[in-house]
């Protein structure tokens, strides 16, 4: 690892410009969480799907302000 203290990292990063403050987020957070290229593939299938199932008309879709509607008043009874 590079030679600085924590310290100064962080003061480091306190210093960088917004847009590469943003790419070291990214960076990081790739890092820990890589992702599931196999996943990925499977979710833009289903995206797909779900795209053209809507566009055929051949499901039924429901406002979201009525779903969260049906939700609360289960939990207010």
């Known amino acids: 690892m590079i030679a600085l203290n924590t310290h100064?990292?962080?003061?480091?990063?306190?210093?960088?410009?917004?847009?590469?403050?943003?790419?070291?987020?990214?960076?990081?957070?790739?890092?820990?969480?890589?992702?599931?290229?196999?996943?990925?593939?499977?979710?833009?299938?289903?995206?797909?799907?779900?795209?053209t199932s809507i566009e055929k008309a051949a499901v039924n879709l429901i406002d979201g302000n009525d779903v969260f509607r049906k939700i609360k008043a289960r939990f207010e009874q």
């Open 8 to 51: 100064q990292l962080l003061a480091e990063v306190d210093s960088m410009p917004i847009d590469l403050k943003t790419k070291l987020i990214e960076k990081l957070l790739s890092s820990l969480n890589p992702p599931h290229h196999d996943l990925e593939t499977l979710w833009k299938q289903e995206i797909d799907s779900r795209v």
